[in-house]
């Protein structure tokens, strides 16, 4: 018999996929006001309300300059945020108002009030407070009865602004400053870290390289010889044959800008690590990229020995930190 969830669990943040890192940071602190408490240079950031290690994820690993899912695609509807009370949603209501942000809707569904609207990557997002739980509409045998009615916009605005010009009690004023939370300084990545994942790069290279002649000797046995280098770096770039190498290729290329970057940081260093420690974990129950590269180690000793010397360059850059 399966037993109910703990009621103590609840959704923890939320981590997004943004193509534009900047873009997206002055989306969420700039209008919805949240605070940058650690930021990866141009790859990624963590952002909270109240002192917390962070309720809002951004990243550009996988999807820098990309595009929003097109309509019909699985995936994220929207995720919500909930605020303490009805005024400090109209005072969000006020700051889209300021920036121009255009609504896709606003419900008023008995238990809560929620506006509906999407960040600049088109992730749909909802604002929202929950009425008291003895407040919510029931039906006779005590069931929810949640509604969609329209909500109230003008309302929502006057009770931010009245709520806007009461003042603010000296106790909560020296509260809010003690405990208002700063973003934290990032260390610049040093000499060692810079070599090392130089060196690691180089290994990543090698392990490609192998893992190429491998997927090409399978390819050759199923459809016939390639020819050229040419011809295999077309096949390399476009045939679905290839596609799976192609995660590796781009943490490559990943790697490439940050050691570019003259303000790239430790912590981006240590964030690539963690990045191809999952991805060069191969799996017989896969799928992907852990299936195909699981076959491969299966299959071939020079991929082996690849996968081995990356591993000590991970673990030596690990140990040194």
Request: hydrophobic letters at 40%; a negative charge; aromatic letters at 6%.
């Amino acid at each position: 018999m399966s037993r109910e969830i703990d009621r103590r669990v609840d959704i923890g943040h939320v981590h997004l996929k943004v193509s534009d890192l900047d873009r997206a940071v002055a989306f969420y602190q700039g209008v919805l006001g949240f605070v940058v408490t650690q930021r990866f240079g141009d790859s990624a950031a963590f952002l909270s309300a109240g002192g917390y290690h962070h309720h809002i994820g951004l990243n550009t690993w996988d999807s820098l300059g990309g595009r929003a899912p097109a309509p019909g695609t699985t995936g994220l509807y929207h995720f919500a945020i909930r605020y303490p009370d009805r005024a400090t949603l109209g005072e969000a209501l006020r700051r889209l108002d300021a920036s121009n942000v255009t609504l896709d809707g606003a419900s008023d569904h008995g238990v809560s009030e929620a506006l509906y609207l999407r960040d600049p990557d088109g992730n749909g997002l909802e604002l929202y407070w929950d009425r008291p739980r003895d407040q919510w509409p029931r039906a006779a045998d005590g069931s929810l009865r949640m509604v969609t009615e329209r909500l109230d916009l003008a309302a929502l605005r006057a009770e931010a602004a009245e709520r806007a010009a009461a003042p603010l009690p000296a106790a909560s004023a020296a509260s809010a400053e003690a405990t208002g939370l700063q973003p934290m300084s990032p260390q610049p990545m040093s000499d060692d870290a810079r070599g090392r994942l130089r060196d690691l790069r180089t290994r990543l290279l090698q392990l490609h390289k192998v893992l190429i002649d491998d997927a090409r000797a399978a390819y050759e046995l199923d459809r016939g010889r390639v020819g050229s280098p040419g011809n295999l770096l077309q096949l390399v770039i476009n045939d679905p044959w290839f596609a799976w190498l192609h995660a590796l290729s781009e943490l490559v290329v990943r790697i490439d800008q940050t050691l570019d970057e003259p303000s790239s940081t430790d912590a981006e260093a240590a964030a690539l690590l963690d990045q191809v420690g999952r991805l060069l974990t191969a799996s017989e129950d896969g799928e992907g990229f852990a299936r195909r590269y699981y076959e491969a180690l299966q299959r071939q000793p020079a991929v082996v020995l690849a996968h081995a010397d990356v591993r000590r360059a991970l673990k030596g850059m690990k140990s040194a930190n």
